[in-house]
DNA sequence: ACAACATATGAATATATGTTCATATGTTAA
DNA sequence: TTAACATATGAACATATATTCATATGTTGT
């Protein structure tokens, strides 16, 4: 992000509209916020983890059932809950042999209903 | 989706819970709608459309200026409109030679302010 | 028609990602 | 302790994806 002013787009005849160029640049989105924002989304952006995700917004299930709904290997499961688990977006707790998860991020059920409304309506 | 009813559940002794699987299995999301969501989510989840987006979502703008602003190669940014395009997330309009785009679809604009406002927000 | 320009696109490349397989870890019941 | 079980994880593989380079397309002004 700039702080300098901008100075009077000269342009018309140029392609990159200098004072454009230099507005825009101060409402930009930083680097780092930008790579944050698309790791969040990237969790939400394939098919196994929103039907994970899904479920979990619903009801606390094991693994095993998790995978049995989702009619996928339990070590493909397990896989990607370990990338919702690093992100927080689930927790789990143990109860013997089994490990139970549910959604964990209240921001993210949000998006998630949104998405699936967004597909529905259109 | 079932249809047919949920057997008692006789678990406890099963990991695989026949009754909870059942019922979970009818809340659970369609495989083509879990696709289609995760399609949308994808696309929001790269740091350099991110960027692209969040920029249209304040103002039309010309690939060389986008280019510009978040210090990217042309190329670059046009590959990555095209998929926005496509998607129908963006808009363009031809003036000369030069092509102004705009964010068009509302419910991204939407997450997209959400995803932002969830990394300000922990 | 031609040169300069803005944008689009195909091909190539490097990297990231998802799934599977084999196996490790840790718990329960006998 | 041992067997059975639920889950986790490392390695290997196949596929998807983002960027770059070179070039094509289409527009404007001369």
New interface residues.
């Given amino acids: 992000m700039q702080t300098k002013e901008c100075p009077e787009d000269i342009c018309d005849q140029l392609?990159?509209?200098p004072q454009?160029?230099c507005i825009?640049?101060k409402?930009?989105?930083a680097?780092d916020?930008?790579?944050?924002?698309?790791?969040?989304?990237?969790?939400?952006?394939?098919?196994t983890?929103?039907?994970i995700l899904?479920?979990l917004s619903?009801?606390e299930?094991?693994v095993?059932?998790i995978a049995?709904?989702?009619e996928m290997g339990q070590s493909a499961v397990s896989h990607q809950l370990r990338l919702l688990r690093n992100a927080r977006l689930v927790r789990y707790r143990r109860e013997g042999?089994?490990a139970w998860y549910s959604l964990d991020d209240e921001?993210v059920r949000?998006?998630?209903s949104?998405?699936?409304?967004?597909?529905?309506h259109r």
Same sequence: chains 1, 2.
């Fill in positions: 392609c990159e509209h454009l160029i825009t640049k409402e930009a989105i680097d916020d930008a790579q944050q924002v698309a790791e969040i989304f990237k969790l939400l952006g394939d098919t983890r929103v039907k899904q479920l619903r009801r299930l094991c095993c059932d049995a709904v989702i042999k089994m921001h949000s998006l998630l949104q998405g699936i409304d967004h597909i529905k």
